[in-house]
């Protein structure tokens, strides 16, 4: 059974830092792309950081210079370091595995963890 279990969020005043964590298991986790998304009321879901599985990562506009994403295959955890938070930051962070494997995209997705930026 895949399972994809998020962790580290939490309340923090604006300016400060929060650690995101995402331990996989079920999967081959060296083989997979992952990625850090975000749903915040009444907004689409976004993609916020990736890291594929040669480890080159990609970022939204909005979070470079801020956000950091790293992965440890041994463990089966990816990361979202999140500094300089700010209130726009508030959202459900969910964390997903991603794999395309003989033309067909396997995609598995975390239950989120909530992220609450404050004044």
């Known amino acids: 059974q895949v399972q994809l279990v998020e962790s580290g969020g939490g309340l923090v005043q604006a300016g400060g830092s929060l650690r995101l964590s995402c331990v996989a298991s079920?999967?081959?986790?060296?083989?997979?792309?992952m990625g850090w998304y975000r749903q915040a009321p009444g907004k689409q879901r976004e993609l916020v950081a990736a890291i594929t599985r040669e480890f080159s990562t990609n970022y939204l506009d909005s979070v470079k210079g801020r956000f950091t994403i790293s992965r440890d295959n041994p463990k089966n955890t990816v990361y979202l370091q999140m500094n300089s938070l700010k209130f726009e930051d508030t959202a459900v962070y969910y964390c997903?595995?991603?794999?395309?494997?003989?033309?067909?995209?396997?995609?598995?997705w975390g239950q989120g963890t909530q992220v609450t930026v404050s004044s």
């Open positions: 997903k595995a991603r794999r395309l494997f003989g033309g067909t995209d396997y995609d598995y």
């Open positions: 079920g999967i081959i986790f060296s083989m997979f792309d």
